[in-house]
């Protein structure tokens, strides 16, 4: 019954899990590297993460999942809650041994809170949907910051580069310091070394804002301030669909 | 973009802003040889007002000059008020630039009627033909169809536009009469048949032939304003429930009326807008649309009115106390959805969950079932708790009282005036022990 310890990543821990088969181990607990505290008296295992055992383990999983859960382990993963490694484990472990679908089993815990977490990741992938305020630079460049919650902003390429198929785009994660860039043709990750933009806000700075961008800041600001109704004054409404975190990257929210 | 443009921005959103329909949903039109935008099938609210109503479209009027003079509207031709119109590329190059700094989801384009309906629809259409031919724009378009314009004009903006609307805004021809005398009923039910008819001819043709050029894919919604006119809540509802059925329709909106004309005699004189009774309405509406009420469900004729103190499935339960409890183990779906405090999501999983054991109270409560409401009417594989013989007036008083105390203060004491009293409590069972 040891510790098993892996570097952070989806792979790791999909690794780990196929150490445990392999090696008939049953794990006390699945620690990222990162948020492992020393014990002094229990056994510990440091997994390095290998692809092909990842990828293994992947496959069956996606084999014996029914196509709407497809993405349910690696989203519910992305939370990076506390446990949500065990909750896995015990999932993975029920849907390999099972010889019937069990992802509908709702009065099981780890399955109930499973599809709960996942529902909050989706969310807030729809939120980065929502909240993106692209600023266009002098070059033509579409630029946005975000700081989603969770590190889900690989699940919003295909819908922005659907939409906005005829602008180059960089949506940037400032939190997590990387950014998707679309030039006309694919997309790609990237990291700025020399960020032209406020690190607080993700406010471009004036010098490469194309001319047009401030006037139509402005329209905006003035559209969303018009199309209020007064009397019908509702404040929390508001903030329960628009949390506050998104706000100082809203043109229309921000101060001036 | 200049001053002028700002300015008419300005006087042309605040005059829109009536209209409550802002949904983007309903169809996924893709984005085509490398034009700009697409439509999601979900709808995407892009921001919040301070009133707590979403943004996702551009909702804006072309012009807020009218020649009519219809009572309960802001733009009659009687007020006193800034008058502006926007020229068909200002209203492009606007929608076109927050398009593209994801602002918006879609264009939402009305108009006052200028010259007759006609002159009003066409240049509607030639906004929407701009958009999508020119600009190869193929995100959201909502279009109003004016009531009393030509069917060719209605048919042309169908073909570019995702949903088309015409507002009823009062819901009996009499009471149309009277508040907007130079409208007619029939101006207003004709096109929104049509539309009806023509997406029903689509969908045979599609079948046919691939090519068929699509019509509304998004369908049609109406708008209806309450509190201006005496109609009661049944009537409204038992008319939304045609729409749904006879003309198709996807959304029937509800205004609570605003007292934005109070010197007009013929409107009530209200302090505030009836939220309440609003939202009782779309609470009825949801119950018609994904619970499988019908309308003389909801309301029957003894009761024309919707009880503001409960909510409407609540209501419903309490009148139909024959109906409960409901085993939540055994009971179909319909039966589970029936049940106040369980939702659409909590009754699937439900139903997905009892198939792998039984479920009881704490299973639900896990699930998100409401059980504060849910446990006067539901046995769940357990001695139930809170079941018991109730006098539907009783329990009615009873989950009202139960959901004041939520919200009360440890200090709050003071009796108003009007206050409830608490219903009679039964005295606790008594029980002796030996010693």
Redesign the interface.
């Known amino acids: 019954m040891p510790y098993m310890i892996y570097d952070n990543s989806f792979e790791g821990f999909l690794t780990t899990v196929f150490e445990c088969y392999a090696q008939k181990i049953v794990p006390i607990d699945i620690c990222r590297e990162r948020d492992f505290q020393e014990v002094l008296f229990a056994e510990k295992m440091n997994i390095p993460s290998d692809e092909q055992k990842a990828d293994r383990v992947w496959k069956a999983l996606r084999m014996k999942l029914h196509t709407r859960n497809n993405e349910l382990p690696f989203l519910a993963f992305l939370s990076e809650e506390d446990g949500i490694e065990m909750k896995l484990y015990r999932f993975m472990k029920r849907v390999f041994e099972s010889s019937y679908s ?1 992802e ?6 780890d399955v ?1 809170d499973l599809k709960k977490i996942e529902r909050q990741v989706m969310r807030e992938t ?1 939120r980065i ?8 630079t002098k070059d033509g460049l ?1 630029f ?1 910051p975000i700081e989603p919650r969770y590190n889900v902003l690989p699940f919003t390429i295909k ?1 922005f580069k ?6 180059p785009w960089l949506i940037y994660d400032i939190k997590r310091d990387y950014g998707i860039y679309y030039n006309l043709k694919k997309t790609e990750e990237v990291v700025l070394t020399e960020k032209g933009f406020d690190g607080r806000n993700g406010k471009i700075k004036s010098e490469i804002l194309e001319e ?1 961008e401030t ?2 800041q ?3 600001k ?3 301030d ?13 903030r ?3 949390p506050q975190r998104f706000w100082k990257f ?1 043109p ?1 929210k921000a101060p001036v | ?1 200049n001053e002028k ?2 300015e008419k ?2 006087i042309l ?2 005059a ?3 209209d409550v329909s802002c949904a983007s949903s309903g169809n996924n039109r ?2 085509v040889n ?5 439509a ?1 099938a979900c709808g ?12 996702s479209l ?2 804006i009027l072309m012009t807020n000059h009218c020649i009519y003079d219809c009572a309960y509207c802001i733009n009659r031709k009687s007020n006193d008020r800034p008058r502006a119109t926007f020229t068909v590329q200002e209203i492009v190059d ?1 929608t076109i ?2 398009y ?4 918006i989801e879609g264009l939402f384009l009305s108009s006052g009627v200028i010259k007759n309906p006609d002159y009003t629809m066409e240049r509607l259409m030639l906004v929407t033909k701009k958009l999508r031919k020119e600009k ?1 724009y193929n995100g959201y378009i909502h279009l109003k169809a004016i009531p009393g314009a030509s069917p060719e004009l209605i048919r042309a903006a169908g073909l570019y536009a995702d949903r088309l609307s015409v507002n009823i805004e009062i819901p009996t021809e009499q009471q149309l009469k009277h508040l907007a005398p130079e409208k007619d009923y029939k101006g207003v039910i004709q096109p929104m048949n049509q539309i009806a008819e023509g997406i029903q001819v689509y969908k045979e043709e599609r079948k046919k032939f691939r090519r068929t050029p699509v019509f509304t894919p998004a369908g049609q919604s109406t708008q209806l304003i309450v509190g201006a006119s005496p109609e009661s809540d049944r009537q409204i509802l038992l008319l939304s429930s045609n729409f749904y059925h006879e003309q198709q329709l996807k959304r029937v909106y509800f205004s609570g009326y ?1 007292p934005v004309n109070d010197y007009d005699k013929r409107l009530p004189a209200l302090k ?2 009836p ?1 309440v009774r609003e939202n009782r309405l779309y609470q009825s509406d949801w119950l018609m649309r994904f619970y499988h009420y019908r309308a003389d469900e909801i309301l029957t004729p003894e009761q024309p009115f919707l009880d503001l103190d409960i909510d409407p499935k609540l209501a419903y339960a309490i009148r139909n106390l024959h109906l409960f409890p409901v085993d939540i183990n055994k009971a179909d779906y319909e039966m589970i959805l029936r049940v106040p405090g369980i939702g659409v999501q909590s009754a699937k ?2 139903v ?6 039984k ?1 009881n109270t704490y ?1 639900l409560k ?2 998100g079932v409401v059980l504060k409401r849910a446990q006067y009417f539901i046995t769940a594989n357990e001695l139930p708790s809170a079941l018991r013989h109730w006098e539907p007036e009783r329990l009615r008083s009873h989950i009202i009282y139960e959901s004041h105390t939520k919200n009360r203060k440890p200090g709050d004491t003071q009796l108003s005036l009007f206050a409830f009293t608490p219903p009679h409590q039964t005295p606790a069972l008594q029980v002796h022990y030996k010693n």
């Open positions: 069990i509908t089993d709702f009065g099981d815990r109930l729809m949907l929502q909240f993106v305020r692209f600023q266009k579409f946005s819908h659907n939409r906005f198929a005829d602008q047009s006037t139509y402005v329209l905006w003035n559209y969303f018009n199309i209020n109704i007064k009397e019908r004054k509702n404040l929390k409404l508001q329960q669909h628009m809203l229309e | 973009m443009v700002q921005l300005k959103a605040d829109a802003k009536y893709s984005n490398g034009g700009i935008g697409n999601v995407i609210c892009h921001s919040f007002t301070d009133d707590g109503r979403c943004i551009l909702k606007l630039g927050f593209r700094r994801n602002y190869r605003l505030a807008p939220l999983m439900i997905d969950a009892r198939r792998f054991r479920l299973h896990k699930i």
